[in-house]
T-cell receptor, first 117, second 114 residues
Framework: AQKVTQAQTEISVVEKEDVTLDCVYE???????LFWYKQPPSGELVFLIR??????QNEISGRYSWNFQKSTSSFNFTITASQVVDSAVYFC??????????????FGTGTLLAVQP | DTGVSQDPRHKITKRGQNVTFRCDPI?????LYWYRQTLGQGPEFLTY????????KSRLLSDRFSAERPKGSFSTLEIQRTEQGDSAMYLC????????????FGPGTRLTVT
C-alpha cells in the first residue's frame, strides 16, 4: 500500500531561519510521482512542485529547494531565509503512475510551519 | 485564468438532512477529483472522474454519498441523511489527463452537521 509520513507535526522558526520539512514515502510501484502542496490559513491547497520517480535531481526555486532520495524514500523540502508569509501547513503527497492510473493523491498528515517575526 | 471554484463555501445542516456541493473545474481539465479533509489531517481521496465517467470510488464513499459529472464539466457531490461524522472540508481538484499531472484545488466547502 502507498503511504506518506510527515513526522514533524509542527515547526516554529524565527524569520530568516532556514527550515527543512521531512517527507518519507512507501510504495511498491517503480514509477510514481511526488508532490508538495501548501495550505495557508485561507485553506486553499496550492501546488508547489511535482517530481517523478526517475528524476532524482534536486530542484531549487527561489527560496525553496527539494531533495529527492530514492535510496531513503524521502522527498524533503527546505525553505531558506523563511518569511512570515511562509506560515502554513505543508503537505507531501504521492501518486501512482502507469496505464489506467487515476493519479489520486495520497497525502501525509502535514507539517504546520509557524514563522515568527 | 479561472481556477477551480466550489459552492457553497460553508454549509451548516442538521443531522439527517441532504446536502449538495458543486465544483467547477478549470475548463481545460478533463479529470476531476473529490477529497475530504478533517481537522489535522491531509485530504483523503473520495472519487474521480475522467470526463463524465466516474472511474474510481474510495471505500470512504458510503452509499449515502453520490457524485456526478453529467456533461464532463462541473460536478456535484451529494450527501444524503447527513451524520455528524460527515463534518469536514470537501475539496475538489482538477487536472489534465495523463500520468503525473498536478492537481489544482478549489477553496473547499466546509460542512458542519449539527
Amino acid at each position: 500500500a502507498q503511504k506518506v509520513t510527515q513526522a514533524q507535526t509542527e515547526i516554529s522558526v524565527v524569520e530568516k531561519e532556514d527550515v527543512t520539512l521531512d517527507c518519507v514515502y512507501e510504495t511498491r510501484d517503480t514509477t510514481y510521482y511526488l508532490f508538495w502542496y501548501k495550505q495557508p490559513p485561507s485553506g486553499e491547497l496550492v501546488f508547489l512542485i511535482r517530481r517523478n520517480s526517475f528524476d532524482e535531481q534536486n530542484e531549487i526555486s527561489g527560496r525553496y529547494s527539494w531533495n529527492f532520495q530514492k535510496s531513503t524514500s524521502s522527498f524533503n523540502f527546505t525553505i531558506t531565509a523563511s518569511q512570515v508569509v511562509d506560515s502554513a501547513v505543508y503537505f507531501c503527497a504521492l501518486s501512482e503512475a502507469g496505464g489506467g492510473a487515476t493519479n489520486k493523491l495520497i497525502f501525509g498528515t502535514g507539517t504546520l510551519l509557524a514563522v515568527q517575526p | 485564468d479561472t481556477g477551480v471554484s466550489q459552492d457553497p463555501r460553508h454549509k451548516i445542516t442538521k443531522r439527517g438532512q441532504n446536502v449538495t456541493f458543486r465544483c467547477d473545474p478549470i475548463s481545460e481539465h478533463n479529470r476531476l477529483y473529490w477529497y475530504r479533509q478533517t481537522l489535522g489531517q491531509g485530504p483523503e481521496f473520495l472519487t474521480y472522474f475522467q470526463n463524465e465517467a466516474q472511474l474510481e470510488k474510495s471505500r470512504l464513499l458510503s452509499d449515502r454519498f453520490s457524485a456526478e459529472r453529467p456533461k464532463g464539466s462541473f460536478s456535484t457531490l451529494e450527501i444524503q441523511r447527513t451524520e455528524q461524522g460527515d463534518s469536514a472540508m470537501y475539496l475538489c481538484a482538477s487536472s489534465f489527463s495523463g500520468e503525473g499531472y498536478e492537481q489544482y484545488f478549489g477553496p473547499g466547502t466546509r460542512l458542519t452537521v449539527t
